[in-house]
């Protein structure tokens, strides 16, 4: 992702839909399970698939990362390097109004709906056809 190292893992997480410790921990014990058999001489067993996760950021351009990047990134105007440009440092100082992105992470998956279930092709074509009307 083009996303900066200072985003919080916890925001991370939720748009990936994954828990990165867990599954870390899951392959690490894939692989001793593994080398413990290759010492032994054993059959290798394959390791478990990963299960599939919904993916919240289909669909989302490349703009949101810039979004996300930009709410991190130390303030233009202030040009203190510890001062970071969030939606409350703008309102506050500046009296610029700009949503939160986790506000904005909310509002698109329950426009997309994908924080619950997996969407469909007929879902997408019935809230197109929608729109359309």
């Not at 919240?56 to 810039?66: E, S, V, Y």
């Not at 992105?101 to 092709?121: A, F, G, P, S, V």
């Amino acid at each position: 992702m083009m996303i900066s190292k200072r985003t919080s893992t916890e925001f991370v997480e939720e748009m990936l839909g994954v828990d990165m410790e867990k599954m870390a921990h899951k392959l690490v014990t894939e692989c001793k399970k593994q080398w413990e058999e290759r010492k032994r001489r054993h059959e290798i067993t394959s390791k478990a698939k990963i299960e599939k996760q919904n993916n919240l950021l289909r669909a989302i351009p490349n703009t949101w990362c810039k979004l996300v990047k930009s709410q991190i990134t130390p303030c233009p105007k202030c040009k203190k390097p510890e001062i970071i440009c969030s939606s409350w440092h703008m309102k506050n100082i500046h009296t610029v109004e700009i949503k939160d992105i986790h506000d904005i992470w909310r509002d698109i998956c329950e426009t997309t709906k994908l924080d619950q279930k997996r969407i469909t092709r007929n879902e997408i074509t019935q809230v197109s056809n929608i729109k359309n009307t």
